[in-house]
């Protein structure tokens, strides 16, 4: 019962005092839920984080990161070897060079990327700081860079 009241608390003082909010999984959560995507994600219990499958198979996870003080994303695509290799080739490259170029924009710190032609990986963050300030910047750049990886 102390956590549901510990978590109410949490709640209802980003309600009265957004400003003031400091936990990064709260913060997470509320970008999420200011993107386009709010309705389609997921959130997987075991990492504290919000998924979101794309059709094109690439995963896009938001978490806070309490103890580094910071909101991550990490971006994932692995070929399954079922796509043509030419059509990959064509859209990888430059997409995924565009998400990577969005997320390194602003404040954000672009922690790891390797792009190959069977598997984007880039794991990128925002300091709770800059969070708190631009939710709305926060979700918008997150928007594009998952619209470069989209093709529906």
Known sequence: MAQIQ???????????????????????????????????YNWDRDKSAAVVALPTGVTVEISGDESGRRVQVFVNWRSDGVQKRRNVKKWIGDASQNCLAILESRRRKVEASEITITSITIRASLDVASAVSGLDRAAATIDRAIGCLRFD
């Open 6 to 40: 510990g978590e109410l608390q949490r709640l209802l003082e980003a309600l009265e005092r957004p400003s003031s909010v400091k936990s990064a999984e709260l913060l997470s959560e509320e970008i999420v839920a200011r993107t386009e995507f709010a309705d389609q």
